[in-house]
């Protein structure tokens, strides 16, 4: 089986369960935009070489594996869900959000002296280049949220398709970033 489908050359792409929606559809621009967060993880772990830094390295790792089951999740139509759910697939749950919240914790215990700007060495210039693209994953998921059908009377993020908890870690990852950059500056 060959990777190229030619489906993209109309501007259509394949969810899972092959949903077919437009390239520029708010829920491919989400799992895309986190995508590219984990790319950017990739390359900060690159330049994490040393024996210092594996503990880092490690939680990076552990940070795109989850990110994974986090664009799984995007690339599932609300009506799939369960199916996604019933087939095994994970789901971002309390478990991965306190994994994050577990770091936010052990970074908050280094002294550190307020905001700064991205530059003062590569490996910081590129966690804050990540946080960044973070935020945007943070809109970008927000948006496609947003974009879906709900009754009137009800709130979009208690909607049984949404889960909260893809929002809450992102969120926690961004902080994570911005602490980490203050560290490695």
């Known amino acids: 089986m060959s990777i190229t489908t030619k489906q993209g050359d109309q501007g259509r792409t ?26 950017a993880l990739g390359l900060i772990r690159c330049i994490l070489k040393g ?10 790792f552990q940070t795109q594996q989850y990110l994974v089951i986090l664009m799984g999740e995007l690339a599932t ?16 749950n309390d478990f991965h959000v306190n994994f994050l919240n577990d770091w ?14 991205p ?4 490996l910081s210039a590129r966690i804050e280049m990540a946080r960044s693209i973070c935020r945007r994953a943070e809109r970008a998921v927000c948006k496609y949220y947003n974009s879906i059908d ?15 908890n893809l929002l809450a ?3 926690r990852l961004s902080d994570i970033l911005w602490l980490l950059a203050r560290e490695m500056e």
């Open 51 to 60: 024996e210092d830094d594996a503990e880092v390295h490690q939680s990076i």
């Open 169 to 171: 870690f992102l969120n």
């Open 104 to 117: 936010v914790s052990v970074l908050e215990n280094k002294k550190f002296t307020g905001w700064a700007t």
């Open 150 to 164: 709900c009754p009137a009377d009800s709130a979009k993020l208690s909607h049984p398709a949404i889960n909260p």
């Open 77 to 92: 139509i609300p009506a799939d869900l369960q199916r996604y759910s019933d087939d095994g697939f994970e789901q971002i």
């Open 14 to 39: 394949a969810l899972m369960y092959n949903r077919k929606v437009a390239k520029d559809h708010p829920q491919v621009d989400a799992y895309g935009t986190v995508d590219e967060l984990s790319c």
């Open 119 to 122: 530059g003062e060495n590569e």
